[in-house]
């Protein structure tokens, strides 16, 4: 039963009489209960549809108007119930408009042919002269696109793909622009082809042509003043403000993006903050920040990264004060786990960093210092595993995870010990082991490809990683213990290398396992894909101990997990968390013995360190 009638010839009169006109009364329908007295200065065209318009509309905080339309030109639209619309300079043309939605002085809102409301482009990301390899449409997640970029030369994998997202984006694409919902948009100038999702404000922006924003009442989105957007994908929970400018963009939930930020063909995942600067090509997953406007994120992919100014790529100098962002310390371009200083020389250092992200070798040395001095190049091995820095980011980053509960779609594994990282520390521990073997001790230092470790850092960072891996073994086997999973795993899954897909850490099996599924047609919508991801993460501590049972048998080089053997491996964690945590508030005392923490921040930070007994058990 259609709820629309036509409307009655005292209607048109009332509305005629307020100065409203028609190229076809018979083509505007309205719902019952209309009420024609808040309609002023209106000019429609083609097929109208109107709900009621009964109660006020809330413009400001404790101002309202009632609901209506005044001064606006509207053609092939639907309004929804209790909207109000006003000061439309140009007009509203092939448009859907849901309940109680605020649109006032704006320019133009249109519909125009061919629109994709920015799904479907295919961009590229990490080389911006390449072809395509990332898709953007509404469902995107961290790991998808990470999984797009590593395999995208796989020409029957991207023709998979392709088919699986254009058949999704046909499945759910509207026929017309739509606005949802309880939006407020004022002040702006053209919207054209763009989905605008419930609960959305836009105030103030200068163009959005071919988006999709996906806002919703939990998760709402704002545009700000100035900002420019085209054929780009913006989630929920997102803010865009200041003068953005965007294009070829995927921004994931809960990103803010602000104060004359550019991006081009870049996408930006959960969390992700960026100002000033610029991104290019860029593949940005969870918690990316970049501050400062000398910052060109350009064809690198990074995740848990603040990009400093210039070459100053991690902020190191703010450690326990309220600055400190975070360092290099998992999905940067640079060996897992590397936490890069600003060097003496930066023109060596711009030259040893090229060498850095190029080296296959690098990734056995993680959670490392590299410094220059002229053009020699220092590594100091695991230092970071002991740092102020790596504590607090340890601590800090799953309490600024900002997105509603309700639209996490990309995946976010905050284990700073993984079997990711731990499969990296006792490679870098061999290799540490294997150049004193050789080197013999009684040496000043030891030449790693063509960077130099002091003896003391080598005998360091053999120690350091041995403290992770202890803790990481007792932390694994206290949970096994605790969750109930306690004893030799059946299955392989878990076994071999692992991999970290943009926040999403797997073993490598499930993830080739996928790349054939795909491939060989098991695989039947996006969403298959998007389950077998979420799946993986909820399989990830069945997973991670059959990884790290094995990695316990070989380190303690026993057969049988006994009370004897779990007592003893009890026993190294506890003693390596109180050597972790002591080498911690060593790092403390000395930074604060430098003059640049305040006394109650140190000791604040120093009483969280007494607690830490409190995990031991």
Known sequence: MNEYRQLTEQEINVLENNNCWAENWENVHVKDGFIPNFFHRVMFYGNIQLGVFDSQVEVSTGFTKHAGINDATLRNVSVGDNCLIEKVGNFINNYTIGDECYISNVS?????????????????????????????????????????????????????????????????????????????????????NTVIEDDCEIDGAARLSDCTI??????????????????????????????????????GEACQ???????????????????????????????????????????????????????????????????????????SKTASGAYVLMPANIGAFSVCFGKLMNHPDMRCLPFAYLMAYGETMYIVPGRNITTVGLYRDIKKWPKRDKRAASSRKSIINFDWLSPFTVGEIVEGKKILEELQRAGGRNVSSYNFQEYIINASSLKKGIKYYDIALRIYMGAVLKRAVKEGFLGEPTGTVGEGKWNDLSGLLLPESEELRLLDDIKGGAIESIKDILNRFNDINDHYREYQWRWTYKLIMDYYNIEELDSEAMERIREDYVMARRAWIAEIRKDAQKEFDMGDVEQDVFDDFISKLDHEIDYEE
């Open 214 to 251: 996906m806002s919703s009442r939990d998760d709402s989105v704002y545009i700000g003043t100035g900002v420019i957007c085209e054929n780009s994908i913006i989630s929920g929970g997102c803010s865009i403000t200041n003068s953005v400018k965007m294009q070829d963009c995927f921004v």
């Open 108 to 192: 133009t809102i249109e519909t125009t042919e061919g629109a994709t409301y920015g799904e479907g482009h295919l961009v590229s990301v990490l080389n911006e002269m390449g072809d395509g390899n990332v898709i953007l449409f509404r469902d995107l997640n961290s790991q998808l696109a990470a999984f797009m970029v590593k395999y995208f030369k796989d020409k029957q994998l991207k023709d998979c793909l392709s088919r699986l997202i254009h058949e999704e984006i046909r499945f759910s694409q509207p026929e017309r622009g739509t606005i949802g919902s309880r939006v407020k948009i004022v002040n702006s100038k053209e919207i054209t």
């Open 257 to 331: 993006i602000t104060n004359g930020f550019t991006a081009e063909a870049s996408v930006f995942f959960a969390n992700s903050y960026m100002a000033n600067g610029e991104a290019c090509a860029a593949f940005c997953g969870p918690f990316s920040a970049s501050h400062h406007k000398s910052s060109l994120l350009i064809g690198g992919q990074f995740s848990f990264y603040n990009a400093g100014s210039n070459t100053n790529f991690s902020n190191h100098a703010y450690k326990m004060g309220p600055m400190h962002y975070g360092t290099l310390e998992r999905g």
